[in-house]
Nanobody, 125 residues
């Protein structure tokens, strides 16, 4: 079992920045990919970014590429999603998720086994 807790969400003006974090606990000794998804009101959950077990490989949705940066500190079992140049369309609940096993560019939410409770990010225009 892996438990995930997100933090750092909030309200920010368009063009601003925000960093959300995801702390993992439990059986973190296993190899796993950490990903972020988001869900806006009335929309389906969508892939945002993912990072490999060692942190050396990342993959981003086209909508956030060049604006968001995902990193992880395995000593702290924590992943960080730095979000810059935020737009109103980035408003959503952001969820951290874990996929067990080696790196693959997996964007389907049903491929991720463990999920956090989500943190709200609101961008005002």
């Amino acid at each position: 079992q892996v438990q995930l807790v997100e933090s750092g969400g909030g309200l920010v003006q368009a063009g601003g920045s925000l960093r959300v974090s995801c702390a993992a606990s439990g059986r973190t000794s296993r190899m796993f990919v950490m990903g972020w998804f988001r869900q806006a009101p009335g929309k389906e959950r969508e892939f945002v970014a993912a990072i490999s077990d060692g942190g050396g490989l990342t993959y981003y949705a086209d909508s956030v590429k060049g604006r968001f940066t995902l990193s992880r500190d395995n000593a702290k079992n924590t992943a960080y999603l730095q979000m810059n140049s935020l737009k109103s369309e980035d408003t959503a609940i952001y969820y951290c998720a874990v996929r067990l096993g080696p790196w693959e560019r997996v964007v389907r939410s049903d491929e991720y086994r463990y999920w956090g409770q989500g943190t709200q990010v609101t961008v005002s225009s």
